[in-house]
């Protein structure tokens, strides 16, 4: 006999649970819980399979019904219900994931889980979150390429023309990851190549004449800021490390024993492990360091709390309160000086310096067969290196 609304609200619970049926497969499943489910038996391909219909009162007599009757046209046809509702689900998915900002946060997602070090990822949510702002709600099989250039003539137009060629790189990369997984078809930043300005390549500030960086190492060895900064700045200069490398260093990292600091790949922008060799001067200054930061993990803690790393701001504001402007010298400047002193030297195999520099081959060919680290020169070099600023320094 067919249920009616009223026979099933008078259902009542029991210790286990049982099923009350309707007709042509349909039936209420009533849970120990209370809870009434319905439920549609069917049989495909000489199996017999269930379809879960919905929970009554939310899903009608008649609406169960009506499912009921959709369920066993779709098997006339050959098509297994069960499975139709899976692969909506699945497509329902996907559509909760087909806006631009989704898409970035799953392109992010990504990225992070393969190593990226945070540094890189906080310049690329900041980047993404500008495009965020203008297009993230936007389905993005639908943003078109004047929509995108809009978002960044909004950049370029406050003179920064340089980000806004690295959005659109980074937008193009979280096209291109929605067209790999289906959601979009082409990347409409690759037609944008062209529509920005250009901007003038300005390589950052270095001193690379001998005279003028003798007096840069004098001011740093009178600087009268915090200490750590000032040790920071010598090991700057002596290593020649670009400076996230060694403000987000470890004390794990380093054995002092051997004159060895080993930086891991991931924190490298290379994405390479790294081994600097140390100087007599550089193990003096660490063992000064570690007086002052050992009990911390990190080499160069925040002043704010030691389970910071030193602010990316520190080491250039002491260049400028010596007197250094941005124009002048900067933190990274110091790669540029060790690496034109090195090369007029004529003294060293130009490989060796560029590997002291932790620079990768752009050619393909070259860097499969230019393998080695040139350890044995770049340790000669690091002491001859420490030896000329030693003596640059004296030098009024």
Same mark, same amino acid.
């Given at each position: 006999?067919?249920?009616?609304?009223?026979?099933?609200?008078?259902?009542?619970?029991?210790?286990?649970?049982?099923?009350?049926?309707?007709?042509?497969?349909?039936?209420?499943?009533?849970?120990?819980?209370?809870?009434?489910?319905?439920?549609?038996?069917?049989?495909?391909?000489?199996?017999?399979?269930?379809?879960?219909?919905?929970?009554?009162? =939310? !899903?009608?007599?008649?609406?169960?019904?009506?499912?009921?009757?959709?369920? &066993?046209?779709? *098997? +006339?046809? /050959? %098509?297994?219900?069960?499975?139709?509702?899976?692969?909506?689900?699945?497509?329902?998915?996907?559509?909760?994931?087909?806006?631009?900002?989704?898409?970035?946060?799953?392109?992010?997602?990504?990225?992070?889980?393969?190593?990226?070090?945070?540094?890189?990822?906080?310049?690329?949510?900041?980047?993404?979150?500008?495009?965020?702002?203008?297009?993230?709600?936007?389905?993005?099989?639908?943003?078109?390429?004047?929509?995108?250039?809009?978002?960044?003539?909004?950049?370029?137009?406050?003179?920064?023309? =340089? !980000?806004?060629?690295?959005?659109?790189?980074?937008?193009?990369?979280?096209? &291109?990851?929605? *067209? +790999?997984? /289906? %959601?979009?078809?082409?990347?409409?930043?690759?037609?944008?190549?062209?529509?920005?300005?250009?901007?003038?390549?300005?390589?950052?500030?270095?001193?690379?004449?001998?005279?003028?960086?003798?007096?840069?190492?004098?001011?740093?060895?009178?600087?009268?800021?915090?200490?750590?900064?000032?040790?920071?700045?010598?090991?700057?200069?002596?290593?020649?490390?670009?400076?996230?490398?060694?403000?987000?260093?470890?004390?794990?990292?380093?054995?002092?024993?051997?004159?060895?600091?080993?930086?891991?790949? =991931?924190?490298?922008?290379?994405?390479?492990?790294?081994?600097?060799?140390?100087?007599?001067?550089?193990?003096?200054?660490?063992?000064?360091?570690?007086?002052?930061?050992?009990?911390?993990?990190?080499?160069?803690?925040?002043?704010?709390?030691?389970?910071?790393?030193?602010?990316?701001?520190?080491?250039?504001?002491?260049?400028?309160?010596?007197?250094?402007?941005?124009?002048?010298?900067?933190?990274?400047?110091?790669?540029?000086?060790?690496?034109?002193?090195?090369?007029?030297?004529?003294?060293?195999?130009?490989?060796?310096?560029?590997?002291?520099?932790?620079?990768?081959?752009?050619?393909?060919?070259?860097?499969?067969?230019?393998?080695?680290?040139?350890?044995?020169?770049?340790?000669?070099?690091?002491?001859?290196?420490?030896?000329?600023?030693?003596?640059?320094?004296?030098?009024?």
């Amino acid at each position: 006999m067919p249920l009616s609304d009223t026979a099933i609200r008078n259902l009542k619970p029991r210790e286990k649970p049982y099923k009350v049926a309707d007709f042509d497969g349909l039936f209420v499943l009533v849970k120990p819980s209370g809870s009434r489910l319905w439920q549609f038996k069917y049989r495909i391909g000489g199996k017999e399979k269930l379809l879960s219909i919905g929970p009554y009162p =939310e !899903t009608s007599l008649a609406q169960a019904r009506a499912k009921r009757d959709a369920a &066993r046209s779709m *098997v +006339a046809n /050959g %098509i297994d219900p069960s499975e139709a509702k899976q692969e909506q689900k699945r497509r329902s998915q996907v559509q909760d994931r087909v806006t631009f900002a989704a898409q970035a946060r799953e392109y992010l997602d990504k990225i992070r889980r393969e190593g990226r070090a945070d540094m890189t990822m906080r310049k690329l949510e900041w980047l993404l979150g500008m495009a965020i702002d203008d297009l993230g709600e936007r389905p993005i099989a639908d943003i078109s390429a004047p929509e995108v250039l809009r978002c960044l003539r909004k950049v370029e137009a406050r003179g920064t023309h =340089e !980000t806004a060629r690295r959005l659109r790189s980074t937008m193009g990369t979280v096209f &291109r990851f929605a *067209v +790999a997984s /289906g %959601i979009a078809t082409p990347d409409p930043t690759y037609a944008l190549r062209d529509a920005l300005v250009r901007p003038k390549a300005s390589p950052r500030a270095a001193i690379v004449e001998p005279v003028e960086l003798g007096k840069l190492l004098r001011a740093i060895a009178g600087y009268n800021g915090q200490a750590v900064t000032k040790i920071a700045l010598e090991l700057l200069a002596l290593l020649v490390p670009r400076p996230g490398e060694l403000r987000q260093a470890r004390w794990s990292e380093f054995d002092l024993a051997a004159a060895v600091w080993s930086v891991p790949a =991931e924190r490298m922008k290379m994405r390479r492990p790294h081994r600097v060799p140390l100087p007599d001067r550089a193990l003096t200054l660490l063992k000064d360091l570690k007086a002052l930061t050992g009990h911390t993990e990190f080499v160069l803690p925040s002043l704010v709390s030691v389970k910071r790393v030193m602010s990316e701001n520190t080491l250039n504001t002491a260049l400028r309160r010596m007197g250094y402007g941005a124009e002048e010298m900067t933190a990274h400047g110091f790669r540029a000086t060790f690496s034109t002193l090195a090369n007029e030297s004529g003294l060293w195999n130009p490989d060796a310096i560029e590997r002291a520099l932790a620079h990768v081959e752009a050619n393909d060919v070259r860097r499969a067969y230019a393998r080695g680290e040139h350890w044995e020169e770049r340790v000669r070099m690091a002491a001859w290196w420490a030896d000329k600023l030693e003596a640059l320094a004296g030098s009024p």
